[in-house]
């Protein structure tokens, strides 16, 4: 996070202890990390899930509300669990760019494909939350029930054995459920190819079939 050498980012000291930059450095280090580790990354990596969700033209409220509960909860969590604030039992599996190469590449699939899957499924859930209990309230604590309880399940669900790649083709499918449901309907046509390519990506990601034969 900090390097313990940055130039302070305020005008001046403190009038009252003279040394403000270093009390709020923490601060500031956690709020840039939310923006550019967290935030940032759900986003980008789960890009394929905003693109199904912004496309649903049903319960656009709901979905909204959910979406927006996710992105927070996500992207907090993500911040407090690579920067070490928490343990979730195994490491965190931090990405850098000094992972990309011949191989690297996957670690970022994998991360895509999980906030993919997770995004629709903490979506969705919370629109169900809602229709069901006919409250906003509903949807957000779902939403954000389900976003920790897949975060927490993240660093377990990334290994490379034949069982977690399992799991996580069929989070993927869980998560896929409901929005070609709705494809299926007619009424979202860009759907369907949504969904498949989400669907591609994570055949790439775990080769289901290698790993049903323990490979």
Not at 19 to 28: C, K, L, N, R
Not at 80 to 95: A, C, D, Q
Not at 178 to 201: E, F, I, K
């Amino acid at each position: 996070m900090s390097d313990g050498g940055r130039e302070p980012i305020y005008g001046g000291d403190d009038w009252r202890t003279g040394d403000a930059p270093h009390e709020h450095e923490a601060v500031y280090d956690f709020f840039v990390d939310l923006i550019r580790g967290g935030l940032a990354q759900v986003a980008f990596l789960g890009a394929p899930a905003l693109w199904i969700v912004a496309g649903t033209p049903v319960y656009t409220v709901e979905i909204a509300t959910a979406a927006g509960s996710a992105l927070v909860v996500l992207g907090l969590l993500i911040t407090t669990f690579r920067g070490g604030h928490f343990s979730v039992g195994r490491p965190w599996p931090v990405l850098t760019n000094r992972r990309l190469g011949t191989t690297g590449w996957r670690a970022f699939l994998t991360r895509s494909v999980y906030l993919s899957s997770t995004l629709l499924v903490v979506v969705f859930g919370g629109v169900l939350a809602q229709a069901a209990g006919g409250s906003s309230l509903a949807n957000v604590l779902v939403a954000g029930a389900l976003s920790v309880a897949a975060l927490v399940a993240l660093p377990y669900l990334s290994a490379s054995t034949p069982r977690a790649r399992i799991g996580r083709f069929c989070y993927c499918v869980l998560g896929l459920l409901p929005p070609v449901v709705v494809a299926l309907t007619g009424t979202d046509p860009t759907g369907v190819l949504a969904a498949v390519t989400v669907l591609a990506l994570a055949a790439v990601d775990t080769r289901p079939i290698a790993a049903m034969r323990g490979r």
